[in-house]
Structures are given as C-alpha cells and as structure tokens.
C-alpha cells in the first residue's frame, strides 16, 4: 500500500510538473507618428521571429470645431513595413466618443475608419492584412454603444474578412458584468497604466503586481475571450508640482533625472526633487519627479503571474513599444526567459 501511495503522489507530481504551456508568437506595439525602418528594431523582430507588427494608424477624437469624430497624429510611413512582417493596424478611440455619437454617426465611423485604414496599410507597403485592433477603455456609460459600432465595423464590406479584435483593461475583466464582453473573438490583456498616474506617491503607475493580484487573480481564466498579452517595456517622467499632477515631460531623460546637479533622489524611491528651472522642459525648481520604468525583473514576475491565471493557447506577447532607446534596458535574453514562462 505503501508503495502504491508513493506511485500516486509522484504520478501526482509529473502531471502537475508538466503543465501544458502556450505557444507564444512575441512581438512590438509601434507607436509613434512616423514610420522608419530602424536596424535595431528590424533586427529585433527578426530575432523575434515576429508574424505580425501592431501599427498605431491613428487617434480618434471629437473635432472642437465640427463637434464630430475626427483623426488625431494619424502615421505616416517613410519607409515601408519588412517585408517578413505583416502590419496589424491599430485605431485608438477616445472612450468619451461614445457617450457624444448615435448608432448612426458610429455607423459612419465605422465605414471612415475602414477606409482610412485599408488607405494606410497601403501606405505601409502591404496589400492586405487579417487583423484590425481597436483599442478604447470603455466604460459601464459607454458599454452599449461603442459594442453597437464594433457590431458595425465588422459589418464594413473592406473589413467582412478580417478579425476584429480589441484591447481589454484590468478593471473590465474584473468587472465583467458592468464592463460586458465585447462582441468579438478575440482581446488582447493590457497589462500596463494599471495604476492612478495622478496621484502623489511613489507607486509605479505603469505596472503593480498588487493591482494585478487584486483584478486578475480570481477572474482571468475564466474570462470567455481569447487572449493575446501586452506587457510594457516604455519609461516616464510623471510630473508633480505642489504635490498636484502636472503632466508627463516628455523632454527628460533617466540621464537627467540621475545628474545631481539637477535632481536630487529622495532615498532609495523614485521620486526626485528639481534643484533648478528648467524652462524648456516647462519644469520650476521644486517640481517632484516620479521615474517610472519597467525593468528585466518587472517583466519577468508579471509573466509568471499570468502563467498561472491564463489557460494555456496560442497567443501573441506584445510588447509596448518598439523604439530603439528603449530596447537598450533589455537584453535579447531578458526578452526570452520572459516569453518561455508562458
């Protein structure tokens, strides 16, 4: 008996050791309003092995003066996507969108987008594509309708063979009942900007495995979607003046936030207190820095968190953004040893 016990627990074991692991496809977000084809990032997403690129074609906004949806920074290619690589373009619609436009103004959203779209992927230098990502932090207030224009994107004659597929936040998972589930096949687990950027402290706003545990850890596999992952790999300077949000600078760097004749550290935290003016960034000696960053070590416990929450499948591993400044925190290794805890 004795013996057969000790089969079961090591049979046990082997089974629990061998989890059935996913086949991941890792790859970039690109989102800047200019295309290059840059060595470093091309060389990457041939390291990578990378299907697909997910391209930001535009922002869409209500126009002040029109009072309609309107396009915001959309891209413009100077060069055109590798040609190993095919483009999944991306539209960001501003959530508020949808509390301004009736089911007939997003019906011809819809179409517009469809054709701006189809315009820029030409552009890009590709005649077709599969994948059309659509990426807005819908609400409760905003549920119904911005499923309606989903409904009727897909409906789009240029769109009635591509995948429709959207981004999907941390609070929507959890919150599932009040968020919905957006009427398509496929989402993709926006693992980033999960915490209150506004807010005074000295918490990274960008990634909190805290905040992850809190709306991910009971309700992720279960959630009836397909899900492919985005994990950040971006930096910023969050910027606070009199203890109030002011915005993020856009003009420092880590270099600058480290030069003690600039800044000085308060401890071992990321907040930095400014010495001096520095009026071409729009900074006042006084002002409070929170750097925040994504390290090797950020990435890596992320990914085995998710690995034990989301069923095993055939997914991509995105990764925000591609810029080659930003590719210089991580090692090639840094990259693989995150996408084989999938």
Same mark, same amino acid.
């Given at each position: 008996m004795r013996k057969?016990?000790?089969?079961?627990?090591?049979?046990?074991?082997?089974?629990?050791g061998c989890r059935e692991k996913s086949i991941i496809h890792?790859?970039?977000?690109?989102?800047?309003?200019?295309?290059?084809?840059?060595?470093?990032?091309?060389?990457?997403?041939?390291?990578?092995?990378?299907?697909?690129?997910?391209?930001?074609?535009?922002?869409?906004?209500?126009?002040?003066?029109?009072?309609?949806?309107?396009?915001?920074?959309?891209?413009?290619?100077?060069?055109?996507?590798?040609a190993k690589t095919t483009i999944i373009p991306v539209v960001y619609l501003v959530n508020n969108l949808f509390n301004t436009i009736?089911?007939?103004?997003?019906?011809?959203?819809?179409?517009?987008i469809a054709k701006f779209v189809d315009?820029?992927?030409?552009?890009?230098?590709?005649?077709?594509?599969?994948?059309?990502?659509?990426?807005?932090?819908?609400?409760?207030?905003?549920?119904?309708?911005?499923?309606t224009f989903l409904r009727q994107l897909q409906d789009q004659p240029l769109l009635k063979s591509k995948l429709i597929s959207v981004t999907l936040r941390l609070h929507q998972v959890k919150n599932i009942v009040s968020s919905g589930i957006p009427p398509v096949k496929k989402a993709i687990l926006m693992c980033y900007n999960m915490g209150n950027l506004r807010k005074y402290g000295e918490q990274n706003s960008i990634l909190d495995l805290?905040?992850?545990?809190?709306?991910?850890? =009971?309700? $992720?596999?279960? !959630?009836?979607?397909?899900? &492919?992952?985005? +994990?950040?790999?971006?930096?910023?300077?969050?910027?606070?003046?009199n203890k109030a949000y002011a915005g993020i600078s856009k003009r420092l760097n880590k270099q600058q936030i480290l030069d003690p004749r600039m800044f000085k550290r308060r401890g071992s935290s990321i907040l930095f207190d400014l010495l001096v003016n520095l009026p071409q960034a729009g900074l006042k000696k006084g002002d409070v820095v929170?750097?925040?960053?994504?390290?090797?070590?950020?990435?890596?416990?992320?990914? =085995?968190? $998710?690995?034990? !929450?989301?069923?095993?499948? &055939?997914?991509? +591993?995105?990764?925000?953004?591609?810029?080659?400044?930003?590719?210089?925190?991580?090692?090639?290794?840094?990259?693989q040893k995150v996408i084989a805890n999938f």
């Open positions: 057969i016990g000790i089969l079961i627990i090591s049979t046990f074991l082997l089974v629990a890792p790859t970039f977000y690109y989102w800047k309003t200019i295309y290059q084809d840059k060595k470093v990032e091309t060389d990457y997403l041939n390291r990578f092995k990378s299907p697909a690129l997910y391209v930001r074609i535009m922002d869409v906004d209500i126009d002040p003066n029109t009072l309609e949806p309107a396009p915001v920074s959309p891209i413009t290619f100077q060069d055109p996507i590798p009736d089911s007939t103004k997003s019906n011809v959203l819809a179409n517009h315009a820029k992927v030409k552009q890009a230098g590709k005649n077709n594509y599969s994948e059309l990502q659509i990426d807005c932090d819908w609400t409760k207030t905003t549920r119904d309708s911005y499923f805290k905040e992850m545990d809190t709306y991910l850890k =009971k309700y $992720l596999e279960n !959630y009836p979607l397909k899900l &492919d992952v985005a +994990l950040p790999i971006f930096e910023w300077a969050v910027i606070f003046r929170r750097w925040e960053e994504i390290t090797a070590d950020d990435l890596l416990a992320t990914s =085995k968190f $998710l690995s034990r !929450y989301l069923k095993p499948d &055939d997914r991509n +591993l995105v990764f925000y953004h591609l810029d080659t400044d930003l590719l210089k925190h991580y090692t090639h290794d840094d990259f």
